[in-house]
């Protein structure tokens, strides 16, 4: 790779500091310099390549602290559970990966996957096998046999889709040492789920203190993590109280868990872009009026405690639950950022700092990338217009003009081959798969 020069762009470097004139020299998989240093050492540099950034906006890439490479944008557990195949799994999420390069996400997470595949895609792309963005990922998301949000199609014990099962203190260990073993980077727990008589009540926790620290204390123990799905006040609480690192949601809370989240600085994911898709986009796929009410009132009943935990310290990150029809692979990681903005309170820079600092928390890489300064991994996106003020710029696919990955800038103008259907893939639940065209203009911000 030759060296690359971006220069007379605006650089937002991550931190949240308002964006200032500079240039970037990456050389290697490395940012080698920033400002006057970048343009000397280029000028002793043979065959250094330039890219004019005038205009444009030089940031780190986004970092997608939630995602699910292998569920393919499905419409509902029934078809993520019972209608997919383990090796075509594993050869469409080796084609969508690169869907989130070319949206400019130069890292992401992904919280679990269907038959483990994450793992092995992990290692494709780090091998250089497949061409995707950083990746970190969870194995089987450990449930109990309450369930997840499946409901009762959570078997008593076993394996289904994204889940284990585990019943007994032992099985939790063995379950969590078999996960590390096979390759995982998190330990991802459903700390809530859905029982149907009660539904109304919303997610409920489905795991006892003592089994959640067990989780906890037996991954720290092997050097690994620990990501909880958490819906509602007493999950949170306990979650933070167990030693989680990483939690996603956090909706619900009351002021023991915010009080507890912030004395522990725990960062929290709130992944609500597929909640604001439904409840803003949902007509363009037929939603029922009565469900986007639901998901439209989890984001206002959040607002506050999420803004409060952040004004604390608390980092948060941008997680975009990429998968499912609503969130299609390419198209929405841009969105929490608006969420974020318009519901949360954050300013842009806040925003733009949970989509690239503090998403580093999420690949283990804190410190090495989600900065634009000398010696951080080379992920870096140029936007023409200025995302700082204006977050949806990220979004516009015409407006992304460079990607960065690794220190390789990514082709922006290969075409995928269309996509036919292929027998019993899909079952159509409620609606097409969202892409941004099929939403119409009076719809969107």
Sequence with gaps: MNPLLIADGQVFDGTGTPPAAAAVLIVADKIAAV?????ARARHLDACQRFDARGMTVMPGLIDAHCHISFDEVSSNDELFFHRRQSLAAIIAARNVRKLLTAGVTGF?????????????????EAGVVEGPRMTTGAYAMLTSVG???????????IIGYGKVVRTMDEIRI????QIKAGADWIKVHVTGLVPRQRAAGELQVWSSDELKLVCDVAHDLGTPVVGHCRGAKSVLSAVRAGFDLILHATGMDEAAMEAVVAARIPIAPTLTFQANLADYGEAVGADPHLQEIFRREIADSAASLRAVHKAGVPLLCGSESGFSLTPYGEWHHRELEVLVHHIGLTPLQALRC??????HALRLGGRTGRIAAGQLADVIVIDG???????????RERLKLVVANGRPVDLGQASPPRRSIPGWRVNA????????????????
């Design 35 to 39: 400002g006057e240093e970048a343009l």
């Design 355 to 360: 989509a690239t600092l503090e998403g580093a």
């Design 386 to 396: 200025d995302p700082s003020k204006d977050v949806s710029l990220l979004g516009r």
């Design 148 to 158: 997840g949000t499946a409901g009762r199609l959570i078997p008593e014990e076993g």
């Design 430 to 445: 409620y609606g097409a798969i969202l892409t941004q065209d099929k939403v119409p203009p009076a719809l969107r911000r």
């Design 109 to 125: 997470f992904d919280a679990d996957s269907i038959f483990e595949l994450g793992i092995d895609l992990r290692d494709a792309i």
């Design 175 to 178: 379950e969590v040492r078999r």
